[in-house]
């Protein structure tokens, strides 16, 4: 065999293996945040399984000045499980079969990809393995779509150096947040937007301020409040952020870059004013600093949807590191 004919057949080989490794990859999943595909034929979307569906997937976020729901349902027939219906980065797949049965399968069809497979006998059997498994649903899909929220972000980045030599954490955030204050101990960003603005204030307290249950919400409120006296206010005198006096806010237990973490969600208020809207506060235990490190993500749009301008905060702040 002459050089020539070994090099056509290196190059055919080479081109053959390139394009198997090509069409084995997993096409990219597509999609808006926080949205399902839901494949479900439409008698049992239009009965009782849709509405347990609707309860449970749709039901209203928490901490929002508006109800808005957890995610954003679309609903297809089975014969339209091909084609694009397929690059949806979430799909609930519910059909009636001769036996119950639920899986969770990873990138069935493209990368990242969520398919949660539910099938049963009769309603009643889809709906009882909707209520058991649905918390495990909603947790997987909440984490997946923070994932990719912070890879959207992680496309273009502000300099954070100044965070960083600041706070000693690494966190990514996106161009578009500008520096509006900086204090020794207190940062505040925001970032303009059609229907207002989204802002994140990091700041570190003494690690004393924050009591243990049963006081841990009392203190929060208390510490934001102070935070708001201090550095935020309207244009008018005497107006200062607050915690919404009308509502008490939502305490969880974290953790958030492996230490414990109180996350406050509920709505702000300008006091002596008409502006409102929701936050998301997380109170970071940081034991290694001697102190309570703070992140908190809060929006003002009263003519725009809130969810998923504050999923983009939550995906920011969980996005940190604390470094040694």
Not at 41 to 51: A, K, S, T
Not at 52 to 65: D, E, Q, Y
Not at 124 to 137: H, M, S, V, Y
Request: net charge neutral.
């Amino acid at each position: 065999m002459n050089k020539t004919h070994f090099l056509l057949l290196l190059i055919s080989f080479l081109l053959f293996s390139c394009r198997n490794k090509s069409d084995n990859l997993p096409r990219k999943a597509k999609g808006k945040i926080n949205t399902i595909s839901v494949i479900i034929e439409n008698q049992l979307w239009n009965g009782e399984v849709g509405d347990s569906i609707r309860n449970k997937f749709a039901s209203p976020v928490i901490g929002l000045t508006e109800e808005e729901p957890l995610f954003t349902i679309n609903q297809y027939p089975a014969k339209l499980m091909e084609g694009f219906m397929t690059d949806s980065r979430t799909i609930i797949v519910v059909k009636k079969e001769e036996k119950n049965e639920f899986s969770a399968k990873k990138n069935q069809y493209a990368s990242p990809q969520n398919v949660f497979h539910i099938s049963g006998k009769t309603s009643a059997d889809i709906l009882k393995i909707i209520e058991i498994n649905a918390p495990k649903i909603i947790q997987t899909i909440k984490e997946t779509e923070i994932t990719e929220n912070q890879r959207i972000i992680r496309q273009s980045l502000l300099n954070t150096k100044t965070i960083t030599n600041k706070f000693h954490i690494s966190i990514k955030i996106p161009k578009g947040y500008l520096y509006v204050l900086q204090e020794n101990n207190f940062v505040w960003l925001k970032k303009e937007i059609t229907s207002g603005n989204t802002s994140i204030l990091i700041y570190q307290v003494p690690i004393s301020s924050i009591k243990k249950d049963p006081n841990a919400i009392a203190n929060i409120i208390k510490m934001r409040d102070s935070i708001g006296d201090l550095y935020i206010s309207g244009t008018e005198p005497d107006t200062r952020m607050i915690t919404e006096e009308g509502y008490a806010p939502y305490l969880f237990k974290i953790k958030l870059d492996g230490k414990e973490t109180y996350e406050t969600k509920g709505t702000w208020e300008l006091k002596n004013d008409f502006m409102s809207g929701p936050f998301i506060n997380y109170t970071i235990e940081d034991k290694g600093h001697d102190r309570i490190l703070v992140l908190e993500g809060f929006c003002y749009s009263p003519s725009k949807e809130e969810r998923d301008l504050m999923h983009e905060l939550e995906s920011i702040i969980k996005s940190i590191v604390i470094l040694n």
